[in-house]
């Protein structure tokens, strides 16, 4: 039985179930929990959550109104249906209402058929989980139920490899004393199995009837997100158990290596801990979408001035001048003054100037960002040939978001590794196995080895076991009593389980997956663990079966950093073995081992340097009377009911002194593939990286080293392991004196406050030095307590690393949400597992790995594939390609637009401001849907300022985008602008040139038509002549939408001032060959150049000047690029002469002490394949970091060294 280390005082007393006196807790309203087993009526009356949960948003009744709601919510659906309702009124709409009414709907109808298949396929998540069977103890019988029914204070029987169902209580089991083992991937992310027991009072309580008969009463702390904590009490039979997190089985985990077990529901549904980590599902918008809703207020504001300006003209000239003229333009029945008609005339210029916004802009967007996606999709260097998975975007709504990410929160087991350990290496008596060597003596390289060992010998060998060293196994088959002995250690001293599906198939379920490589070690070396019972461990040596009589397990923890068994051979000889850290070991041997002690702590540094995981291996033989003497003593502590586990550690530290070294070994953490460069290359890029994992700190941190987020050549690494408030403050602030002290020291002279606040400006911001943090959850939990989470924000912004172990489903959202909230930057969060959900639903970007932990994180987030590596491509490519396509997009969007609306405000100063159009009416509907549309399109699509090799090759092009450059208010008003210039002398040129021009025939040029024919061509001209000027990635397609709309343009135009279309539509079609007459005269064509060269001119000006004399990264690689192309031919025939370095395997690891503390780490390889991106020493990349030390300069929230100015 496992006793809490705390039992509140209340239970040690003699009476009635206690009830618990804190206050309510944060998360609901109950304050206990109550549940009476087999006992439905009295649990309904406590209305306990069901079993049933759900994800989705809407259902059939709610959909149509709440997801009308949510897109109305947008502002510019919001507006365009208040034009709408304008248009519907006759006395003022000059403008025909199904203009705006079938865009609308359009937009409306897609996102709601998107939102509608996201939903659907939650649904049909959510009922395929609620409808699985369990079997329910009902009425003394066993009964299939759908989980959705089951409920609290029922008794659930579990089968091996079948999933619990809800929070339970382990009541008995198939095992001896009520254990069961269970493995908690979807909780932790941990694939190694965990032991769970049941207290003993009821772990015999296997047979159905005896269960039928249990009426016992558990008291205990109400729901809540702990997944490491569980208080309560079972009441029976006048007596009380205390129930520790031991005894629980948690919803998510599955039952392994245990025939049956039996369980008490005590959480269901919402409030079990698994759920109770699951954030809500968010609707997440971009930074973009965000800036275009304010864009939309301002331009209604805009809007609205003009309107006023124009209505006030109205009502003055009205006044003045339009009652002279009562008899010829008489005003409308419901017109009575001149303030009306002004009145009337405001909201006439609403309706005629509200396409400054065309809500053709927002079906644009979709449909660029939508074809994005399918880029995305498309992807074959995204594709997984492996698992046969593509990568695969799962919304269309945040691809530019890909482009701007800095902060990136990822989980470590399965995502940045393969949670795949390899025997790579070992020490025995002094000598090191492992490398090979070729003829010459050198030391060979991966590529250059031999064949691996032969292990053909042994029938129960791994045929997935490697190894490349035959010396070892010739020592092994030469009987070498260390090697033996050695082996023999590796297959008695773990907690593996062994499952024997077919005779000679071995199948080994170990707690850590360094155990199982061990243990998988000894058996390829003829050392086969083939069971265990609680009382023996049954070995095959060398094809001998051997049985030794388990007499004690000194389990593993994080102080002891070792593990110990005591057996008895079949001779009666006990002897103790053990493994643990070097650093714990080597201080407990005995003194005759110092030569062989130097020797193997050289071959330690030597592992250490290639980054690899070590455990010391030792042994001692006992004597028969010292160990029963010491066994008596141990059972007297382990009985203790204070201070048990200090009396265990003091009895366990006796016995484990002065034995004998035997030797070391080397593991392997194999990283996924690609995982070391992708860090380093999204490093260079600015983006800074986060690891959150529920994995322990030392694991943790050795893949920091591995994956080279850590490296030897850092000025410290923090580790943060306080258990209180103010120990936590104190590592904190030590942390944050030392990185000011280093800064101080290299003569920076900042002098640090400690004093923080909301509106901090760092004073870490250009610390010297770099440095990492690591922190465990329960010091998180401390940090992130409203007091101290600027302190511990500052200090973690100030590292170029953070590493957070320990952490619960929640806390990875709570550190997502903290970034998100002070920092104000684009965060992406990727994971694998079910305890990832939380951080990517809370993450502007959520990423799914397709891997070994379920779906789960794939069905809750936004993009997915099956590799870390392929993150590099989703940012530095994808994401930089459609920041950049949009912003272009948008910026030509509002130029097009307001240089083809302000005409409108210009010419109402020559009208009589009478709401009368420059246009027809035909040209105002097709402008934002025929004619210049598809060019747009083509941009926004398929444009690029650098191949993708170049956007790989220089990851500080992702900089732009971090710092939103591209569209931002300040280039938005540049495009305003340009509109408006533009809009100017379109107006004013034509209307010059018309004043005094005639026709060939001599009469007058100066009509209506003609003038609206010809600013309404050269308008489309120069915004495709634009246009053209802004692509910058020709393809076919784009000549085609560009010349293909200007050809379509003249086509209707003709059409729609033809006989034909006349003599069909009298009343439609008036002008009977009016645009033929217009564009057959000089004059007409003349002022059309002479217009698009004017309004074209100072574009080509201003960016012939900038390229010249400022410009940007991209400029210059675009420039390289044309260089190396020139220079291509002159060095096809160079050829690079001599030897390359050979490199070392793509896998970098750092060294480990067993499951202990992290001890060394040799110096890390370089990426020299990334050298290229030292570009950014360019001067043409000094215009960023001035922008990014402005940006910093005038944050609002704390930012670190991570955000330094890059080195120039």
């Not at 009964?143 to 619990?164: A, P, R, S, T």
């Not at 392991?721 to 120990?727: C, F, I, K, P, R």
């Not at 994971?831 to 959900?837: E, L, M, P, R, S």
Request: net charge neutral; charged share 20%.
């Amino acid at each position: 039985m496992t006793v809490p280390k705390e039992m509140p005082e209340k239970w040690a007393r003699a009476g009635a179930p206690p009830s618990w006196s804190r206050k309510k807790p944060s998360w609901g309203t109950e304050e206990e929990r109550r549940a009476r087993a087999n006992d439905r009526e009295y649990n309904e009356k406590f209305q306990y959550a069901s079993n049933c949960i759900k994800t989705s948003k809407y259902n059939i009744l709610t959909f149509l109104p709440v997801n009308l709601f949510e897109q109305f919510q947008e502002v510019a659906n919001t507006y365009f249906l208040f034009l709408l309702i304008l248009q519907l009124i006759p006395q003022i709409s000059s403008l025909s209402w199904f203009t705006t009414i079938v865009p609308l709907v359009l937009v409306l109808t897609i996102t709601a058929v998107k939102d509608a298949t996201d939903d659907y396929f939650r649904h049909k998540s959510d009922n395929q989980v609620n409808n699985r069977q369990s079997q329910v103890l009902i009425n003394g019988i066993l009964q299939q139920e759908q989980w959705m029914n089951v409920c609290v204070g029922d008794i659930i029987k579990l089968e091996n490899n079948q999933f619990v169902a809800a929070d339970l209580l382990l009541l008995s089991s198939s095992e001896p004393h009520g254990l069961c083992y269970i493995e908690t991937a979807e909780l932790d992310g941990e694939t190694n199995m965990k032991v769970r027991q049941a207290i003993p009072v009821t772990s015999e309580l296997g047979d159905i009837s005896k269960l039928a008969k249990f009426d016992g009463e558990v008291i205990c702390e109400p729901p809540n997100n702990k997944l490491d904590k569980f208080s309560g009490t079972l009441y029976w039979k006048e007596n009380k158990f205390p129930l520790s997190n031991q005894n629980m089985l948690l919803r998510g985990c599955v039952l392994r290596n245990t025939e049956w077990c039996f369980g008490l529901v005590i959480f269901a549904g919402p409030d079990t801990k698994l759920m109770q980590n699951s954030g809500r599902t968010k609707f997440k918008r971009t930074s973009i979408d965000r800036l275009m809703n304010t864009l939309v207020l301002w331009i209604f504001g805009f809007l609205v001035c003009m309107g006023v300006i124009l209505a006030i003209g109205n009502a003055i000239w009205e006044h003045e001048v339009g009652t002279r003229f009562q008899v010829y333009l008489p005003w409308d029945e419901a017109v009575d003054s001149a303030f009306f008609s002004g009145f009337l005339s405001f909201w006439s210029y609403i309706i005629i100037l509200n396409t400054v916004v065309p809500i053709s802009l927002y079906v644009s967007v979709e449909v660029i960002r939508l074809g994005h996606s399918y880029f995305i999709n498309w992807d074959k260097k995204m594709f997984c040939m492996k698992k046969r998975t593509p990568a695969e975007a799962r919304t269309t709504t945040l691809n530019e978001e890909l482009g701007q990410v800095e902060y990136i929160f990822s989980d470590k087991t399965g995502t940045l590794t393969q949670n795949i350990m390899v025997f790579n290496k070992c020490s025995i008596n002094g000598r090191s196995y492992g490398d090979v060597f070729d003829v010459l003596g050198h030391k060979a390289e991966l590529g250059e080895r031999p064949e691996p060992v032969d292990f053909s010998f042994n029938p129960l060998a791994d045929k997935k076991f490697l190894f490349w060293d035959p010396t070892l196994l010739e020592a092994v088959k030469t009987g070498d009593p260390h090697t033996h002995e050695f082996f023999r250690l590796l297959s008695l001293c773990h907690t593996v389980m062994s499952e024997e599906k077919s005779e000679g198939e071995l199948y080994y379920k170990a707690q850590s997956p360094d155990e199982g490589a061990l243990v998988t070690a000894a058996r390829n070396f003829g050392f086969v663990f083939r069971s265990r019972t609680p009382k023996t461990i049954t070995v095959h040596e060398m094809g001998t079966a051997i049985t030794y009589q388990l007499l004690a397990i000194l389990d593993f923890n994080n102080i002891r950093k070792r593990m110990s068994v005591i057996v008895r051979n079949p001779e009666g000889k006990i002897r103790l073995y053990c493994k643990g850290a070097d650093t714990i070991l080597l201080d407990r041997l005995h003194h005759s081992t110092q030569e062989l002690l130097t020797t193997t702590t050289d071959h330690l540094n030597e592992y250490a340097g290639e980054g690899l995981r070590t455990l010391v291996l030792a042994y001692k033989d006992l004597d028969e009377e010292y160990y029963e003497e010491w066994a008596g003593r141990r059972l007297q502590a382990s009985l203790a009911q204070d201070s048990r586990d200090d009396r265990l550690a003091s009895i366990y530290e006796e016995v484990e002194s002065d034995m004998m070294l035997l030797g070391a070994t080397a593991i392997e953490d194999k990283l996924q593939q690609g995982v070391p460069e992708t860090i380093a290359l999204l490093t260079l890029a600015n983006i800074k990286i986060w690891v959150l994992t529920g994995d322990k700190q030392e694991t943790a941190v050795n893949i920091g080293y591995s994956c080279k987020m850590l490296t030897d050549d850092m000025t410290e690494v923090f580790i943060v392991t306080g258990h209180t408030v103010l120990e936590v403050r104190e590592e904190l602030r030590k942390a944050r004196e030392k990185m000011m002290d280093s800064s101080r020291a290299v003569g920076n002279g900042f002098t640090y406050q400690e004093k923080l606040s909301s509106r901090l400006t760092s004073v870490l911001e250009a610390v010297a030095g770099e440095y990492a943090l690591v922190i465990n959850g329960h010091s998180l939990a401390h940090a992130l307590e409203a007091d101290m989470e600027l302190e511990f924000l500052e200090t973690a912004c100030a590292c170029k690393a953070v590493i957070c172990c320990r952490v619960t489903p929640l806390q990875k959202a709570q550190v997502v949400e903290l970034v998100k909230k002070y920092k104000k930057a684009v965060t992406l969060a990727i994971g694998d597992g079910a305890n990832d959900v939380s951080m990517i639903k809370t993450a502007h970007i959520g990423v799914g790995i397709s891997g070994q932990e379920g779906i789960q994180a794939v069905l809750a987030s936004d993009y997915s594939f099956s590799q870390f590596k392929f993150l590099q491509r989703l940012l530095l490519v994808h994401g930089r390609w459609s920041y950049l396509r949009m912003c272009k997009f948008l910026c030509y969007f509002f130029y097009k637009n307001f240089a083809f609306t302000m005409v409108h405000f210009w010419f109402g100063f020559f009208c009589g401001f009478s709401a009368q159009t420059v246009y027809d009416q035909y040209f105002i509907t097709l402008y934002n849907i025929v004619y210049t549309s598809l060019p747009v399109l083509a941009m926004g699509v398929f444009d690029q300022d650098v191949p993708e090799q170049r956007s790989m090759e220089y990851p500080k092009l992702y900089e732009p985008g971090q710092l939103n450059l591209l569209f931002n208010k300040r280039e938005f008003f540049i495009c305003i602008a340009q509109g408006i210039y533009t809009s100017v002398l379109m107006f004013f040129i034509p209307y010059g040139v018309f004043a005094e021009a005639t026709r060939d025939d001599g009469t007058q040029l100066a009509d209506y038509q003609s003038f609206a024919v010809t600013v309404a061509t050269s308008l489309v001209i120069v915004v495709s002549v634009q246009i053209g000027l802004d692509t910058g990635y020709w393809t076919a397609i784009n000549h085609f939408f560009i010349w293909g709309s200007l050809a379509v343009y003249f086509a209707i135009l003709f059409a729609m001032h033809s006989n034909g279309l006349f003599d069909m539509f009298p009343n439609q079609f008036r002008f009977v060959g009016n645009a033929q007459n217009t564009l057959a005269q000089p004059t007409v064509w003349l002022t059309i150049v002479l217009t698009t060269v004017v309004c074209i001119m100072p574009v080509v000006a201003f960016r012939f000047l900038r390229l010249n004399l400022k410009p940007d990264l991209s400029d210059t690689v675009r420039y390289t690029q044309l260089v190396r192309k020139k220079q291509k031919a002159q060095h096809r025939c160079m050829r690079r002469v001599g030897r390359t370095g050979s490199r070392r395997s793509g896998y970098a690891f750092s060294h480990q002490e067993g499951f202990g503390e992290l001890i060394m780490s040799g110096k890390n390889m370089r990426l020299s394949s990334l050298a290229l991106s030292s570009f950014t020493t360019r001067s043409s990349s000094s215009w960023i970091e001035s922008l990014r030390r402005k940006k910093s300069d005038s944050a609002s929230s704390p930012s670190g060294g991570a955000d330094k100015p890059l080195k120039g």
